[in-house]
């Protein structure tokens, strides 16, 4: 009977549920038979078995991964699985009590040497003009950050902190991007990149690993009244400053009424002798556009014109800020809805070990 009982257990084990393996796992760690442990902890940390796992026992059992792939001569793969481990839980820190100086000490090199933050924010947040999505930063090491709203394509619509981050960092974002405008979509990201990176001493490998860059996506919704178009740019100015063709227009036209002021009394009235008056009229004419396009001669400024000018630029600028003080009064009634999604890595964490 006792025999039975000793071969159902690892029975149990190998063909269990995640928490019955992984509790089979521990078992033989601490039996020292680091080779079942290291399978078995693969075996749960893998499909199907992993959906089982919530991320306090995912990081137990990597924690018991690493060490047992450490006492196994395994220091490469050692090193993988606590990088593993620090991009899926940065703040965490093996049991003292549990896991020896020796291994406490290669964790905190690999930890020292990958840069990543962990980002919690709520699942659902909406809140109105002046309201803003707090997310909440935590960092494996103290290091720099850079924290932006991303597009699809990656680009950064706002950075919304840059600089170092200690213990912990939240940071704040109202929903608009760098123009002031709603960045609205089902695609954007809260893109946090680690910057620099530092080697972990006496890790071996541990070092170079580097910052990584983590995106949590993000769906914005925005519900506010439609907005007012902006008047158009003005285009229809006149001169301000006389040109050549200005001044040659004023002599032109003086000249022509100069002309008709000879002619036109003989085709209303042929055969009659031209009379002094009509001299003096087409002179004067005359005088007056030579008058003119010597006052126009170009560069010269043309008062009347600015004047006019001005006269348009201030009904504009009325017009637009009274376009504008609607649409701000419009979008104070605005609501803006944030729903988070699952943190991605996307480089310089570590991967399967």
Known sequence: MALALLLASP??????????????????????????????????????????????????????????????EQPDSAIAVFRRLVVLAPRHRPDTLVFPPEITRLYNAVRSSTRIVAVRLPADTEFGVGGKL???????????????????????????????????????????????????????WL??????????????????????????????????????????????????????????????????????????????????RASGTRFAVAGALGVSGLVGYLSRRAGRPLPENAAINQTRRDAWRRQDAAVTRENAGRMRAARVRIRGGSAVVLEGGGGDP
């Open 134 to 188: 707090v997310a909440w930063l935590y960092p494996s090491t103290p290091h720099a950050v850079t924290v932006a709203i991303s597009g699809e394509d990656g680009h950064a619509l706002r950075t919304v902190y840059a600089g170092p981050i200690g213990d912990s960092l939240d940071v704040s974002w109202d929903g608009r991007d760098s123009t002031g405008s709603f960045a609205t979509g089902d695609r954007l």
């Open 11 to 72: 029975l149990r084990a190998q063909n269990g549920s995640a928490s019955e393996v992984l509790t089979g796992a521990v078992r033989a760690y601490r039996d020292l038979d680091f080779d079942a442990a290291a399978r078995l902890l693969r075996r749960v940390l893998a499909p199907p078995l992993a959906v089982g796992l919530d991320d306090a026992e995912r990081a137990r059992a990597l924690t018991y991964l690493g060490a047992a792939e450490h006492y196994r």
């Open 191 to 272: 893109t946090v990149s680690s910057r620099g990176s530092r080697g972990a001493g006496g890790a071996g490998g541990a070092g170079g690993a580097g910052g990584a860059k983590l995106r949590v996506p993000l769906r914005v919704e925005v519900s506010a009244p439609d907005t007012l178009p902006h008047p158009p740019p003005l285009s229809a100015l006149l001169p301000e400053r006389a040109t050549r063709e200005t001044g040659l227009r004023s002599l032109g036209g003086a000249a022509l009424l100069a002309a008709g002021a000879l002619t036109l009394p003989s085709l209303v009235a042929p055969g009659e």
